[in-house]
């Protein structure tokens, strides 16, 4: 079973993914902002990683950038600020990693897609 790592502040949010790997092979970690990702990160780097950009605390625009600095490639970051998503993908350029928008329902639909293509890599 592979390790997931989802860094989303919103319980409703949590709650869809959640639902979303009820049939996925992943044992789930959740972080709720930066700060708690960064330390479950460097404790167990997971398999998996995915992340909104926005926190309470700020965004997760620095841990970020240290999961890219470490070559670290399954990664989907999630935004509603496309303008914010799209300075990730500069900042961050790995073709691995995929940048999605939460505006309309069909980032769900992305999360599916993302994490049935990491198992396909990791069985291939």
């Not at 997931?4 to 044992?27: A, C, H, M, W």
């Not at 992340?51 to 600095?69: A, I, R």
């Amino acid at each position: 079973m592979q390790d997931l790592l989802v860094v989303e502040d919103n319980l409703f949010i949590q709650q869809l993914i959640k639902g979303v790997l009820r049939s996925q092979p992943y044992e789930l970690r959740m972080a709720v902002d930066q700060f708690e990702a960064q330390s479950m990160f460097e404790t167990s780097m997971p398999d998996v990683l995915i992340s909104d950009l926005h926190m309470p605390t700020g965004t997760t625009q620095e841990f970020l950038k240290q999961v890219y600095l470490t070559g670290f490639s399954k990664v989907l970051v999630l935004s509603s600020d496309y303008e914010l998503l799209e300075q990730m993908q500069r900042i961050c350029p790995n073709p691995r990693w995929q940048f999605v928008s939460k505006n309309g329902n069909s980032w769900i639909g992305h999360i599916r897609m993302f994490l049935n293509r990491n198992s396909a890599l990791e069985e291939a």
